[in-house]
């Protein structure tokens, strides 16, 4: 029972490198997120996609870059990483309106 | 501003006690959801609310969902300290099935 997989789990970045965070579930669902997650902010949605083949930004896009490469994986992708990115981050899926599943998360640290 | 404004931010309460969590906004949405997330994993689902008015008991927890589909409460019964835990709301914007979340509140039940 993997449900939804990211890696990796932990990550420490220097400002301006670049790096992709992966993600993949099994669980056939149409609708894929990524949120990052700071202290008193709760969850914060940076980019979804509603069905294989489309993204759109959410709240927080600056920085960020998405590709829904099938069905199974959606990829968020920093291009120059800064300090203001160092969070956790989470991936999620689920079918409209229903029960949202979460990976593990990455903690990620740029310095 | 957040879509869905969770009060309080932080609630600490002696083990036995009941509380109750809000989670507001000015938007009607089709339908919310609450979610549980513990130290180093992802939220996990508790309950979805649907219907306008609706009730939903959950063993103690009891859900409520306002009459105009913008407001939900979650009341905890004689409170554990395994209900420790960040209480999320979550709800659909509208746009496309863009899951947006509170920022949570984070509840400490002291034995």
């Known amino acids: 029972n993997a449900g939804v997989t990211q890696t990796p789990k932990f990550q420490v970045l220097k400002t301006g490198q670049s790096m992709t965070l992966q993600c993949a579930q099994d669980?056939?669902?149409?609708?894929m997120y990524w949120y990052r997650q700071d202290p008193g902010m709760g969850l914060r949605l940076i980019y979804y996609?509603?069905?294989?083949?489309?993204?759109d930004k959410g709240e927080v896009p600056n920085g960020y870059n998405v590709s829904r490469l099938n069905k199974r994986e959606f990829s968020l992708r920093l291009e120059s990483a800064a300090p203001s990115q160092t969070s956790v981050y989470f991936c999620?899926?689920?079918?409209?309106?229903?029960?949202?599943?979460f990976g593990q998360g990455t903690r990620l640290t740029v310095v | 501003t957040q879509l869905l404004e969770q009060s309080p931010q932080f609630l600490s309460i002696q083990e036995g006690e009941n509380l109750t969590v809000y989670c507001n906004s000015s938007?009607?949405?089709?339908?919310l959801q609450w979610y549980r997330q513990e130290p180093g994993e992802g939220p996990v689902l508790l309950v979805t609310v649907v219907t306008g008015g609706e009730v939903k008991k959950l063993k103690r927890l009891t859900f409520q969902f306002g009459d105009a589909r913008k407001d939900s409460s979650l009341h905890i019964t004689a409170a554990q300290t395994g209900d420790t835990g960040l209480y999320l709301c979550a709800g659909d914007s509208g746009n496309n099935n863009d899951m947006r979340f509170g920022a949570g509140t984070r509840l400490t039940v002291k034995p």
């Open positions: 996609s509603a069905s294989e083949g489309t993204t």
């Open positions: 999620a899926s689920s079918e409209l309106g229903a029960e949202a599943f």
């Open positions: 938007s009607v949405f089709s339908s």
């Open positions: 669980m056939n669902h149409n609708s």
